[in-house]
């Protein structure tokens, strides 16, 4: 059974930076097209950001063009989600998912999402 796990999250004041981490258990990550999405309370889990098996292809939600950087370390077989210039919108649980492809951007992340981690809290607050 394939499981991913977030880390990372945490507090963070306005204006700093936070890195996020996705591993999985079970599978093999750096095969796979892996996206970042974040849920804030009493709203919609959104696409953050996708980043393609090879790492060639990336996209990112216009609301964290900038600010927020997706990599692959295919040494230890995590995606990482560098949070920079954090502001209070950000705060949210966040997520890792294994995209059956990048293809289609932003919009249709949620929809292409094949595996979810348990997710993350960041808290973006003084």
Not at 59 to 72: E, L, M, N, Q, W
Not at 101 to 118: E, H
Request: charged letters at 15%; hydrophobic letters at 35%; one cysteine or more.
């Amino acid at each position: 059974q394939v499981q991913l796990v977030e880390s990372g999250g945490g507090l963070v004041q306005p204006g700093r930076s936070l890195k996020l981490s996705c591993a999985a258990s079970g599978a093999e990550l750096n095969n796979y097209a892996i996206g970042w999405f974040r849920q804030a309370p009493g709203k919609k889990r959104e696409g953050v950001s996708c980043i393609s098996a090879s790492g060639t292809s990336i996209y990112y939600a216009d609301s964290v063009k900038g600010r927020f950087t997706i990599s692959r370390d295919k040494a230890t077989s995590r995606v990482h989600l560098q949070i920079d210039s954090a502001t209070p919108d950000d705060t949210a649980t966040y997520y890792c998912a294994r995209q059956s492809t990048c293809a289609g951007g932003i919009p249709t992340m949620v929809a292409r999402a094949l595996w979810w981690g348990q997710g993350i809290l960041v808290t973006v607050s003084t």
